[in-house]
């Protein structure tokens, strides 16, 4: 794991941006009273399907995402992960629109629906362009603060996200706690049963990976859906639903990038060396938040006493039980709606 250099606060833009981003966007997000309980019966295999499916242009992306809820209501933002897609929360948004929120669950890029805007730009997969996409979807549909939800790829945006840009989030839920990538620390090797947790970053970094990958994704990613979710008995159709996403034509270029650069295998680009040096630092993380783990998560993980300390604000742990896995959205979507609004209200 990333050793520890030098934590310190640090904030992209201070109160005067913040004033800025506010009379841009007006009061959306924060001028609503909090929203309210989940309705009864919020279970894992509820539904199979998202109520709307929409595409906005947002920096470099037109981007895919499913929207629930009232206009009007607190914005709440949902993140997937690798290999995942926006079916992880097909469970948790309904709940959450139903309870009051404004829900938002877009596709990464290299995921479902999104593309790129233009074929020249690079299909690049490092930690701050996925976090500088969300902050461009929130400005597209004039969010100006959300509460967070997230695991995977999508906790280390969120958590990013939450540590550089903290006036645009209410909230934070992270599955696995603190995630931040320090690439000169990815570069140490770590001992031998640590490695092995971490196979397929190495497969990655091979063409014979990459190739592999490609021919065989939705096997590949089924084999890792099973070995991060132990206890979780998926059916065919609920993998197939994510599964399609994978499709995406710049999927295996982007998911190949992140491994790579995360190993100090492949280049970042040079715009964004001075936020990842800051993120390299481990910030801490100011705002209120709830983080989550799953009793039979098979995936690479710390315990949460690692990462106690990397929040500082309002806090909150819970440890499920019952055989929860990696994807804990969609294997425990009441808890991981539940734990949206404990963090919004603390």
């Known amino acids: 794991m990333s050793s520890e250099i030098n934590l310190q606060r640090r904030r992209l833009f201070g109160v005067a941006a913040a004033t800025a981003v506010a009379a841009q966007f007006g009061l959306s997000g924060s001028a609503h009273a909090q929203a309210g309980a989940l309705p009864d019966g919020v279970a894992a295999g509820g539904h199979t399907s998202f109520r709307e499916i929409k595409q906005v242009n947002a920096g470099l992306l037109n981007v895919g995402y499913a929207e629930d809820g009232p206009a009007d209501g607190p914005a709440v933002i949902l993140l997937h992960g690798w290999p995942y897609d926006i079916y992880s929360f097909v469970d948790v948004a309904p709940a959450l629109a139903a309870a009051g929120y404004r829900v938002i669950v877009p596709y990464l890029r290299g995921y479902g629906s999104t593309r790129f805007l233009s074929d020249s730009t690079v299909r690049n997969g490092q930690q701050a362009v996925v976090a500088l996409d969300i902050i461009a979807l929130m400005d597209a549909l004039k969010i100006r603060r959300a509460v967070f939800g997230a ?22 839920v992270s599955v696995s706690g603190y995630l931040m990538t320090n690439v000169d620390a990815g570069r140490q090797p770590l001992p031998p049963q640590a490695e092995l947790d971490w196979w397929y970053q190495f497969y990655l970094a091979t063409d014979r990976g990459v ?45 190949v990038h992140n491994y790579r650069w995360r190993l100090g295998l492949a280049p970042g680009q040079t715009q964004y060396d001075a936020l990842e040096q800051r993120l390299g630092s481990f910030p801490v993380i100011t ?8 009793d039979a998560n098979g995936a690479p993980h710390l315990d949460p006493a690692a990462y106690r300390k ?8 819970h440890t499920l039980s019952g055989g929860i896995g990696h994807n804990l959205p969609q294997e425990a979507p009441r808890e991981f709606a539940q734990a949206i609004i404990e963090a919004d209200r603390m």
Do not use: M
Request: with cysteine; charged share 25%.
């Open 151 to 172: 695991f995977d790829w999508g906790a280390r945006t969120a958590c990013i996200i939450a540590a550089q840009w903290p006036e645009r989030v209410k909230a934070l």
């Open 211 to 255: 190739a592999g990958y490609d021919k065989y994704r939705k096997d590949f990613n089924r084999l890792i859906w099973k070995t991060a979710s132990p206890r979780w008995n998926f059916d065919e159709a609920t993998y197939a639903r994510s599964a399609a996403s994978f499709d995406n034509p710049d999927h295996v270029a982007i998911v």
């Open 287 to 294: 705002v209120p938040t709830v983080t989550l783990e799953g």
């Open 310 to 317: 990397r929040f500082s604000g309002p806090y909150a742990h």
